[in-house]
């Protein structure tokens, strides 16, 4: 008995980073994507933001959609419009979809953005 529950709690351990990493395809696949929608081109290399603008709504709605709290940076640490990058940064530098999102920020920085998926 003592050894099932123990076996139970390292199983729960084990599924919940990959259930986070699974986060942004879950979404996805809900909303019933094929592969055709991000790889619109047939060769099948990594999407351009040309894709995602598709459904995500123009680069102004997606700077305002994740408006940060106020605080001294609060405008520059926008993820979609950063002090460094304005605009310039390619989605998948920060969102996957066959893997876990990596912030690109955090190879600098150690910003939290606890909706980021
Ligand atoms: C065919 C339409 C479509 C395309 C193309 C698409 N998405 Fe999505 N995306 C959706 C839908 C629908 C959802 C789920 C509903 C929602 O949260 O907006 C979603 C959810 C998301 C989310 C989670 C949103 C949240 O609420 O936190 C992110 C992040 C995201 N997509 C990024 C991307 C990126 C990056 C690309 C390009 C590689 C992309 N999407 C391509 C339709 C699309
Ligand atoms: C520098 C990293 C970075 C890049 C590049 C980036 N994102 Fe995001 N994205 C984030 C973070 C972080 C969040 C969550 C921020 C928050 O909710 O406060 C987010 C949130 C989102 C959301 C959810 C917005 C909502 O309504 O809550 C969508 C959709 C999305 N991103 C799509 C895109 C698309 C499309 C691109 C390319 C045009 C892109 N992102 C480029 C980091 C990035
Ligand atoms: C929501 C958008 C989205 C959908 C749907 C999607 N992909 Fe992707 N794909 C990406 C992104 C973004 C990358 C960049 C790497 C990553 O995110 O893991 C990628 C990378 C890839 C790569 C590697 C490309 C390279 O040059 O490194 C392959 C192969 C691939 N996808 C195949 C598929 C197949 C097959 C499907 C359908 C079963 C699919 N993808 C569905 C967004 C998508
Ligand atoms: C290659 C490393 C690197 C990356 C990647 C990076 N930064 Fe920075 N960032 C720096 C350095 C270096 C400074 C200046 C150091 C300082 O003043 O503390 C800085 C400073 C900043 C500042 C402070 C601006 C000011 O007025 O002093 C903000 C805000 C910032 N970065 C946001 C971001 C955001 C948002 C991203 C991702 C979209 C990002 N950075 C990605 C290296 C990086």
């Known amino acids: 008995m003592k050894q099932r529950i123990i076996a139970t709690l390292l199983a729960g351990l084990m599924i919940a980073p ?39 709504g123009s680069l102004e709605d997606l700077r305002e959609a994740v408006k940060q709290p106020e605080s001294q940076y609060y405008l520059d640490t926008n993820p979609h419009y950063s002090f460094h990058y304005g605009y310039g940064l ?11 999102s990596k912030l690109y920020c955090n190879n600098c920085h150690q910003f939290d953005y606890p909706e980021f998926k």
């Open 18 to 56: 990959l259930a986070q990493a699974m986060d942004l395809k879950q979404h996805h696949t809900d909303a019933g994507l094929e592969c055709q929608d991000c790889h619109i081109d047939a060769n099948m290399t990594i999407p351009s933001n040309a894709s995602c603008l598709n459904c995500h």
């Open 90 to 100: 390619e989605c998948s530098a920060c969102h996957s979809e066959h893997q876990e």
